[in-house]
């Protein structure tokens, strides 16, 4: 305190640095009381951040009225190369658009099969089971090319749960996000095909099934989970049922096998018969 000051002059002095000391503190207590609260939002918001990124992750995917990618003609399209059955790659069909025919890529050199399918359809595994393998095996030659195009027509089969229309959507999930493995979750759905009457298997019990078969795809689930092409599979049903080429005097149903435009009718537990067709086909 300075010297030669006056008892009343250092009173005022010391009064002057109490207040000032005062007011310093004042304001760090305000900093404090600003800062704790803050850093508690900041904190909280990153929490917020990090769970509706998670959220949004690991959550279902939305419905889109587009058709899945790989399947321009509502079929997914495969031919041999390096000893494999490869998917080819198309766009997707748009939404409020129509399927484009999906031409060999082989150029028409080698027998096209087509084959609408519902993953549901008891009649359609004991298709695929007397003749997938040969026919998956023939395309992985090069020797033909083939068409899977899926469908749903027996929802009324499984208890009000939709179960053929949500497998067909899986379908749909693999071709648009891993199209080569579409084949190998095709052959799982109908060595795992639950019985007609019953509830058929859930959303979560097609992604097991999926996974299963050795596809895990976060992509493939959140689609599954969310019935993503739900859309498509309703449109891609209604235009095989209005589909000329696929009438018979009974109407239509699954399997329809069609080789080079003609459709197969007889045994679909006789490979033989199968391998007579595909041979009588080829020729003509």
């Not at 008891?122 to 090319?145: D, M, W, Y």
């Not at 989970?225 to 009974?250: I, K, L, M």
Request: charged share 20%; glycine share 8%.
């Amino acid at each position: 305190m300075p010297d030669g000051l006056s008892r009343n002059e250092r009173r005022e002095v010391a009064r002057e640095h109490a207040r000032r000391a005062r007011e310093k503190q004042q304001r760090r207590d305000r900093l404090r009381r600003w800062l704790i609260p803050t850093g508690v939002t900041t904190i909280v918001l990153a929490i917020v951040a990090v769970v509706v990124l998670v959220v949004s992750m690991s959550g279902p995917s939305p419905q889109t009225a587009a058709g899945p990618k790989n399947m321009i003609s509502d079929g997914i399209l495969f031919t041999g190369a390096n000893g494999a059955a490869v998917a080819t790659p198309t766009a997707a069909i748009p939404a409020k658009g129509g399927p484009t025919p999906h031409p060999s890529s082989a150029g028409g050199r080698v027998p096209h099969i087509v084959e609408y399918v519902d993953f549901a359809c008891p009649h359609c595994k004991e298709f695929e089971s007397t003749n997938a393998a040969a026919i998956q095996t023939l395309v992985a030659g090069g020797r033909l090319t083939l068409e899977v195009r899926p469908v749903a027509i027996l929802d009324a089969s499984f208890e009000g749960t939709r179960y053929a229309s949500r497998a067909a959507d899986a379908g749909a999930c693999v071709a648009n996000f891993s199209p080569n493995d579409f084949l190998k979750v095709m052959n799982a759905f109908f060595a795992g095909q639950p019985a007609e009457n019953s509830p058929g298997l859930t959303n979560a019990q097609i992604v097991t099934l999926v996974h299963e078969a050795g596809v895990k795809n976060a992509d493939i689930d959140r689609c599954i989970a969310g019935e993503s092409f739900a859309s498509w599979v309703d449109s891609a049903t209604a235009r095989f049922v209005a589909n000329p080429a696929v009438q018979t005097p009974q109407g239509v149903g699954t399997p329809t096998i069609l080789v080079n435009g003609k459709m197969y009718t007889d045994s679909l537990t006789d490979s033989a018969s199968f391998d007579n067709f595909l041979a009588g086909a080829t020729k003509s």
